[in-house]
């Protein structure tokens, strides 16, 4: 069912502060940023070879990213892996009694369609299913 692990997601205070470190410090490849109001998040985007790390900075205090970083301070959020087909996926770890947050897919960055699974499934971490836009390539 998963394809790869698609990306690791940061949550940070500031995109301006916490970036040097991935791109200066460590090397990877940076490739801008986007705001994903759905998310209430703006995202940078960096890369080390086939994997991606996301930085995750909030736009608002009701953010999810504002609230896990008023809990546990900046730190990795969640990690997502690479589907196919996500309702197939949804579908497929439903039927094996996995809580879902999002039983439904939405929209997530750079067009991917994704969906959250409850991290009480997941043994506490937070897991993203990620269904790449395959017309952006």
């Known amino acids: 069912m998963l394809s790869k692990i698609n990306h690791i997601g940061v949550a940070v205070t500031s995109l301006e502060e916490a970036l040097p470190f991935y791109r200066d410090s460590l090397g990877m490849t940076f490739s801008g940023t986007e705001e994903v109001p759905s998310q209430l998040v703006r995202v940078?985007?960096?890369?080390?070879?086939?994997?991606?790390?996301?930085?995750?900075?909030?736009?608002?205090?009701?953010?999810?990213?504002?609230?896990?970083?008023?809990?546990?301070?900046?730190?990795?959020?969640?990690?997502?892996?690479?589907?196919?087909?996500?309702?197939?996926?949804?579908?497929s770890l439903v039927a094996k009694g996995t809580r879902m947050i999002d039983a439904v897919p939405?929209?997530?960055?750079?067009?991917?369609?994704?969906?959250?699974?409850?991290?009480?499934?997941?043994?506490?971490?937070?897991t993203e299913l990620c269904e790449a836009d395959h017309h952006s390539h």
């Open 44 to 91: 940078a985007f960096l890369s080390v070879g086939e994997s991606k790390i996301e930085l995750l900075e909030p736009t608002s205090p009701e953010s999810p990213v504002a609230k896990f970083l008023e809990k546990n301070g900046p730190g990795v959020h969640h990690v997502a892996y690479g589907v196919e087909d996500i309702e197939a996926a949804i579908a």
């Open 106 to 126: 939405r929209n997530g960055a750079h067009g991917a369609r994704i969906a959250f699974i409850h991290p009480k499934s997941s043994g506490g971490v937070l």
